[in-house]
């Protein structure tokens, strides 16, 4: 999946932002472990792709006063959460407004986070699902961006919007949580922590695709510029620019692959990477669908999925997946907008032209240093996973 | 306030970075956004013509000839000024002094003032010229004989709005290149829409192409490169006193947004590493003002080297400016890369300004050849 989304964004991270997204909406649906949920929605998105009328997912958490709050455990606490979801007969009423919502304004599918109480949002922590047309939800603003001018960031805004009991997938006072074997807190931890362990390393792809894209356009330049008479591909410092650029997208490569190959072994895939069920789905038969799938629905399945991810999970497990994610996120979109630079640098007056390709490398990558939390809490996270988690003395978020 | 000393010209300076700051406030603020998305937006046609009224187009330009008779460090004055607010308009006003240095030199190098007879839309509206090309990075058109020029100029700033153009164009058979004006009203000359560019939307700039336009040489014939070195050194300093405005800008911006700004439970100012980077961008900030204010005062006290200075500080505070914005869009956050805020412009801007006289890189590699060449 991430090199394929390098691939997409090596072109247009815009178009690669969407597909990503899609499956962003997906990777946070997977850890509430709803089977009965997932079935339907999953079902639905296979049915209406084909039918060429695709129903997007999308991930609906940052909300005007709470961006990097809702995104990092350690935070939420603090956070001035503002999407409350009430409970009512039947379901949950939810109000509030969500922004910068990526893919919002094409996607059906919306897995919305929100919350019982407002002063205690670690242990009421809500995720849900809204499809298009439901009453009490609308579209906002659609926000103007610097780039990524292929997909969108919208505004959500949720006005009594009644959620049935059958499209809460995650509800802090569920028995299933409330009563798992290391608590609602330590479970809602890595709940975040399943997303943005997978999330972050496709992040790191569109970096990588984006320091990719701009490699090309780069050399492509320079082997068809001419410079005192000669071509600059042919001056020494370029080389070593271009070298630097080609060294910088191979780089990338590897870091994200690791994070995806960490998360396989420990994180959000890790089922998948068993071999009774790397083979099974191998040979996977037709009446699986038919015969065994609608199984999903029943509440054992939901069950037997928590108790894999949540009470089995390990701190180190969790650690080194959400740990590598982090390097992967920050590393590689350091590296796209370091090979944005470069281009720009090598190509001068003529990369400034939008026909030209660089400029458009710098405008979009300047986001994924900024999205699926900042840099700067990403290297927060990697220093509470992995290099400070085993020093007692040490204290993260101070 | 950098750009302004204590010599005998203070008082000038100053008067003209509070016109250049009250116009910003006036002028600039409003709409700002609606401005920045041009060629998609409206243009500011009347703040450009009001800038010509109040003088921003002849600051360098001979008394003699409706100007104010001043050099290029007055112009780096304004064009730190409106840079803080707008930089597309600091464009502006770059790219006509920077083609009025030309015709400066060239007057000089003839001894004659003829060229500024030729027109007088001199000062008050602004001239085109190719501000982010250096000679040596494009392919020159041809001057027939008399004058008459054929060929393309890419990326010709203010070409859409200007009535004429300073450009290069070499003669058949000759090495050397001369600069000449150009009617760019002239019927044989064909202009493209705005190019679509990565920052200084304001300040657009547009494909040019002619078959056998007449034109005046400036200055002596073959003389285009002294021409533009003179040119280069003197708006060096000016391209230094755009990107400094951008980075203070850029520092004034994420102050303010930092105060307003609660996540985990305080100000963003008050996390560490929010505060490291605005340390950084201040560290950044004083330091160009310093080496800003230090190449100011050896190109207007003749210090030998001044050249060298002012061209390694244009390049010196293009590099700063580009890291400060870019770290001011990290600390808005997702609100920094949305065009609510003008931080994401600032960015593209900053980047954009770099490439001020030229690619950066062909710059610095010059540099060094007249280090290299003055230690042997």
Redesign the interface.
């Known amino acids: 999946m991430y090199p394929f989304i390098e691939e997409i964004a090596s072109v247009c991270s815009g178009l690669g932002h969407i597909i990503f997204v899609h499956y962003l909406g997906l990777a946070t649906l997977f850890p509430s472990f709803n089977a009965k949920i997932l079935n339907r929605v999953l079902r639905d998105v296979v049915k209406s792709e084909k039918k060429g009328e695709p129903h997007l997912l999308d991930l609906v958490i940052t909300e005007p006063d709470a961006g990097t709050d809702v995104q990092e455990p350690f935070l939420l606490d603090r956070g001035r959460v503002g999407t409350i979801a009430r409970k009512v007969d039947g379901g949950y009423m939810v109000n509030g407004r969500k922004i910068f919502i990526s893919n919002g304004h094409f996607s059906y599918w919306h897995v919305v986070m929100a919350f019982e109480d407002k002063k205690n949002p670690a242990e009421t922590f809500i995720q849900c699902v809204i499809p298009n047309g439901s009453k009490g939800f609308s579209f906002g603003t659609r926000e103007k961006k610097m780039g990524h001018l292929a997909s969108t960031a919208s505004e959500l805004l949720f006005e009594d919007c009644f959620v049935p009991n059958d499209w809460m997938s995650i509800v802090c006072q569920d028995p299933t949580i409330r009563n798992s074997k290391k608590g609602i807190r330590w479970t809602v931890h890595s709940m975040i922590d399943y997303v943005v362990s997978s999330s972050r390393a496709g992040v790191g792809a569109i970096g990588t695709g984006i320091a990719r894209g701009a490699y090309e356009t780069a050399m492509d330049y320079a082997r068809k510029k001419k410079v005192g008479g000669g071509l600059l591909v042919n001056q020494q410092w370029a080389q070593i620019i271009l070298t630097d650029m080609y060294r910088n997208v191979n780089m990338g490569r590897t870091i994200y692959m690791e994070s995806a190959y960490t998360d396989m072994l420990q994180g959000l895939f890790k089922l998948l990477a068993k071999k009774p069920v790397h083979y099974f789905l191998d040979i996977m038969p037709g009446w699986y669908f038919s015969l065994i799938s609608p199984m999903l629905s029943l509440g054992l399945a939901t069950r037997i999925l928590r108790k894999y991810y949540y009470d089995w999970y390990t701190d180190n497990e969790r650690d080194a997946s959400s740990g590598w994610a982090s390097i992967a996120k920050y590393t590689c979109t350091d590296l796209g907008v370091t090979n944005a630079n470069l281009a720009l640098d090598l190509m001068g007056g003529d990369g400034l032209r939008h026909d030209h390709g660089a400029e458009k490398c710098y405008r979009d990558v300047k986001l994924t240093q900024i999205y699926e939390s900042t840099n700067q809490v990403n290297q927060m996270n990697l220093f509470c996973c992995l290099v400070g988690n085993h020093m007692p003395e040490v204290e993260f978020f101070k | 306030m950098n750009a302004i000393n204590t010599d005998s010209l203070a008082c000038e300076r100053q008067a003209f970075a509070d016109l250049a700051k009250d116009f910003s406030a006036k002028k600039l603020v409003e709409n700002r956004?609606e401005h920045d998305r041009y060629p998609f937006g409206e243009l500011f046609t009347e703040a450009i013509k009001d800038a010509g009224i109040i003088g921003f187009y002849g600051i360098n330009l001979p008394v003699d000839y409706g100007g104010v008779g001043l050099n290029a460090a007055m112009v780096a004055v304004i064009v730190e000024k409106l840079s803080e607010v707008e930089a597309g308009m600091a464009g502006i006003v770059f790219t006509n002094a920077a083609a009025l240095e030309i015709i400066r030199e060239g007057a000089a190098a003839k001894k004659s003032d003829d060229i500024y007879k030729s027109t007088d839309r001199f000062g008050t509206a602004p001239l085109a010229f190719q501000s982010?090309?250096a000679p040596?990075?494009i392919d020159m058109p041809a001057a027939g004989p008399g004058g008459a020029l054929s060929g393309r100029i890419d990326?010709l700033t203010l070409g859409g709005i200007a009535d004429f153009a300073v450009v290069p164009a070499r003669s058949d058979g000759e090495k050397a290149f001369s600069y000449y004006l150009l009617d760019l009203k002239n019927t044989n000359v064909s202009i493209s829409k705005p190019?679509?560019?990565?920052?200084l939307h304001s300040c657009p700039a547009v494909d040019v192409t002619f078959e056998g336009v007449p034109a005046l040489l400036i200055g002596t014939q073959g003389d285009g490169e002294n021409c533009y070195r003179a040119m280069r050194d003197r708006m060096s300093l000016c391209a230094a006193a755009m990107s400094l405005g951008l980075i203070q800008g850029s520092l004034k911006e994420a102050l303010e947004y930092t105060a307003d700004r609660?996540?985990?439970?305080?100000q963003i100012i008050d996390w560490g590493?929010?505060r490291m980077?605005i340390a950084g961008m201040a560290v950044k900030a004083l330091a160009a003002g310093s080496c800003f204010s230090s190449a100011s005062c050896d190109m207007d006290g003749g210090c030998i080297g001044w050249e060298k200075t002012a061209l390694a500080a244009a390049i010196h505070l293009g590099e700063l400016a580009?890291q400060a914005t870019?770290d001011g869009?990290?600390l808005l956050?997702?609100n920094?890369?949305?065009?609510?805020y003008g931080q994401?412009q600032r960015?593209?801007d900053a980047?954009?300004a770099?490439?001020l006289l030229?690619?950066?890189?062909?710059r610095k590699?010059e540099l060094a050849g007249q280090i290299i060449e003055e230690s042997r």
């Open positions: 956004e982010f090309h040596n990075e990326y190019v679509v560019s990565l920052g609660y996540q985990g439970g305080r590493q929010v980077m580009n870019t869009v990290q956050g997702g920094g890369y949305m065009k609510d994401e960015m593209r980047r954009q770099q490439s030229g690619n950066a890189l062909f590699m």
